[in-house]
């Protein structure tokens, strides 16, 4: 299945973020508690949003296949039809839902920096090593174009 990803030119692929259902962009979300929590599980949603990315919705029509990014509480999409590859960190019963599954890294074990709700800039230091065979982001994705 991965040669098969690798094989087809999917530089012009649409791409969408998804996290929460019902909470496809930053007016959407709101105030979860009266501290820090949103109602949206994406981490980086205002992030998404200054990438350009969309909400998912549904799949395009003629979508042959779904990569799916996932860190965080963000809520697996429901996709049935198309091959799915997963790339991060996911439980047992969410990993069965792909064909293949590449694993990421837990948030303590990368460096980055993400954007709150109130598009505050907030940088982060690794606090682990990721174990076995995962790999950060950038690692994987150079690896699958190259």
């Given at each position: 299945?991965?040669?098969?990803?690798?094989?087809?030119?999917?530089?012009?692929?649409d791409?969408?973020h998804y996290?929460t259902?019902?909470?496809?962009n930053?007016?959407?979300?709101?105030s979860?508690?009266k501290?820090l929590?949103?109602k949206?599980?994406?981490?980086?949603?205002?992030?998404?949003?200054?990438l350009g990315l969309?909400?998912?919705?549904s799949l395009?029509?003629?979508?042959?296949?779904?990569l799916?990014f996932r860190?965080g509480?963000?809520?697996?999409p429901?996709?049935?039809?198309?091959a799915?590859v997963g790339?991060?960190?996911f439980s047992?019963?969410?990993?069965?839902?792909?064909?293949?599954?590449?694993p990421?890294t837990?948030?303590?074990?990368?460096?980055?920096?993400?954007?709150?709700i109130?598009?505050?800039?907030?940088?982060?230091?690794r606090?682990?090593?990721p174990p076995g065979q995962c790999?950060?982001?950038a690692?994987?994705l150079?690896k699958?174009?190259?």
């Open positions: 299945l991965i040669h098969r990803f690798i094989e087809k030119n999917y530089s012009e692929a791409i969408f996290g259902p019902g909470i496809r930053t007016k959407d979300d709101g979860a508690d501290i929590k949103t949206s599980k994406t981490s980086n949603l205002f992030g998404a949003e200054k969309r909400g998912f919705e395009p029509p003629g979508a042959e296949a779904v799916v860190g509480r963000a809520i697996l429901e996709i049935k039809g198309v799915m790339v991060g960190v047992q019963p969410q990993a069965q839902k792909f064909q293949a599954v590449l990421g837990a948030f303590t074990e990368k460096e980055g920096t993400v954007f709150n109130e598009g505050r800039e907030q940088k982060f230091k606090a682990t090593l790999k950060y982001l690692e994987i150079m699958w174009v190259n």
